[in-house]
Nanobody
Framework: QVQLVESGGGLVQNGGSLRLSCRAS????????VAWFRQAPGKEREFVAS????????NRADSVKDRFTISKDNAKNTVILQMKGLKPEDTAVYSC????????????????WGQGTQVTGSS
């Protein structure tokens, strides 16, 4: 059982930055990978980035890999998504999720989800 809580969303103008955090709790966290997904109104949920809890094996979507960075703070049980150069097309609810399927980009393979946090990029 894993519990995930996101924070850090907001509205950013003109290519600004946001730092999203996902704090995790539960048993055997080290066996999971944690990912960020996003979902805009009327669109399917989209993979953004993932990282393993132990080690730093990362995967990022091509659409964000030059602007977003995923990292972790093991002492705080927190996964961070550092977002810069935010664009209108980045606007979505961003959710973190945990899975034992390391490297997966498929939402259906993630067992635990946070409540989501709204990110809005505007001009």
């Amino acid at each position: 059982q894993v519990q995930l809580v996101e924070s850090g969303g907001g509205l950013v103008q003109n290519g600004g930055s946001l730092r999203l955090s996902c704090r995790a709790s539960g048993r055997a966290l080290s066996t999971y990978a944690v990912a960020w997904f996003r979902q805009a109104p009327g669109k399917e949920r989209e993979f953004v980035a993932s990282i393993t809890w132990i080690g730093s094996y990362m995967n990022r979507a091509d659409s964000v890999k030059d602007r977003f960075t995923i990292s972790k703070d093991n002492a705080k049980n927190t996964v961070i998504l550092q977002m810069k150069g935010l664009k209108p097309e980045d606007t979505a609810v961003y959710s973190c999720a945990a899975s034992t399927r390391i490297g997966s980009i498929y939402a259906g393979q993630y067992n635990y989800w946070g409540q989501g946090t709204q990110v809005t990029g505007s001009s």
